[in-house]
């Protein structure tokens, strides 16, 4: 995804309002070190800033971030009262000296060669006979060094100084991990392929660290809140766009099936929005809330149900999700809503060899017998006009048998669905002709109520990023839908 993409979506999620009380002030430093914290564009950006500046978006305090060098940085943290340091890597050595919040992620520490260096370093013996080693001043992977004894240490202020001095030849390795390396070679304008990973050392956890003198009850405000971006997927989501999976710390012991939060998601049976394909639920919908569900590291439980049963579940169960469904006013206070996931146009539809017509929607209030999909949309629409000819059916595809056989007049369907139902009845889509269009909705994910508002704002901006991205109109172009 372009940057530029990122950006403007982060704007728009981090900007969102918030109803938490505002917190002691506070000073947040961070340093330059792409990819988790960087200046690009004259904007700070980066996997933990992302994270940061949505912890203060949700605690309602300013999250004027300085960049400092790391040194002077981890200073303040440790003699001033109210500093928030980021990225901090949580050591035995530091445990005592600050407040932790986290943990953020993980990497795995080691010393780094040109390509073209053909010494074995595959021990530290080895790696203490060379003539230097660049390192980051105070940074942890120096005092990895410096505690194993270590006395060949080049250290200077910038890691974009140590990767140039490396491929330049004037120090033999560099100490650095596998998050960022690569990230510091490209903005050093260095091809990352010119280095190589020789030697790992540790695997280290990274944190939020706080000054000690903080208030605790300021720490836990913080840990509280980035739990909750862990459990309704936003903590995934920013960072996956930095990082690679295994580096995303969702919890202390990270396992491949952490997932502390999960909805519970119902469809239907409507193509080519959702439906069953050799065991598999497929569709339009269902691929884009799929991709969503990817996008912030949450497990697929779809299932497909009648829809007078989602539609109950959807009311009556906190952390759930109906898809789709037709947002219109009757329906707007019952639920959070999440789209469009597309558009359609609803109508009256006769067998072709049936002879009625119908002029306007009075007209149709006249009709003897019009099929439904028992308590969909069009149904709930119709009702509230005052149509009490309808005949409603659990199955919306039984109604394509009913109008072939003569036992409904009219059936409820729209030019989104008709074709794809038409197939599936096996009748072609031209046996059917358009009586009378109605309306134009839109069709969204309908959340339950309780489901938590941070949700609701997560789902909206990964389904724009997707808008943004392209993937969305890919899958729509797989389903024969143009969107608008």
Known sequence: MKRTTAILLLLFFFHLPVNHPAAAELTIITEEFPPLNYTENGKLTGAMTDVVQEITRRLGIANDIQVLPWARGYKRLLTEPNIVLFTTARTEARESLFHWVGPLHSARIGLYARKSDQRQIDSIEAAMQVDAIATYKDDVREQILESLGFTNIDSSNSPLSNIRKLVSGRVDLWIFDNVGAQQVAREAGIDPQEIKAVLTLQQRVSYIAISKPTSPAIVQQWQATL??????????????????????????????????????????????????????????????????????????????????????????????????????????????????????????????????????????????????????????????????????????????????????????????????????????PDQLELAYAFHTVGNYIAFSKGTSPHVIRLWQAVLDEMKLDGSYQRICHKYDYVPE
């Open 227 to 428: 739990d909750e971006m862990k459990a309704d997927g936003t903590f995934w989501w920013l960072t996956r766009k930095w990082l690679p999976p295994d580096a995303i710390r969702v919890s202390e012991r990270q396992t491949d099936t952490d997932a502390p939060f999960f909805l519970k998601l119902y469809t239907e049976d409507s193509p080519p929005s959702s439906y069953e394909d050799n065991g598999r639920i497929k569709g339009l919908s269902v691929d884009i809330v799929q991709e969503i569900l990817r996008r912030i590291g949450q497990p697929d439980t779809i299932a497909l149900v009648p829809w007078a049963r989602g539609y109950q579940l959807a009311q009556s169960e906190a952390d759930t999700a109906l898809f789709s469904t037709t947002r219109f006013p009757q329906r707007e206070a019952i639920f959070s809503w999440v789209g469009p996931l597309y558009r359609q146009r609803w109508g009256f539809y006769r067998w072709h060899a049936n002879p009625i017509r119908i002029a306007d929607i009075e007209a149709a209030k006249q009709v003897k017998r019009i099929g439904t999909y028992r308590q969909d949309a069009k149904m709930q629409y119709l009702q509230a006009l005052g149509f009490e000819n309808l005949i409603p059916t659990n199955k919306n595809i039984t109604n394509l048998t009913h109008l072939r056989r003569g036992d409904i007049d009219l059936w409820v369907s729209s030019d989104f669905n008709m074709p794809h139902l038409a197939k599936q009845a096996g009748a072609s």
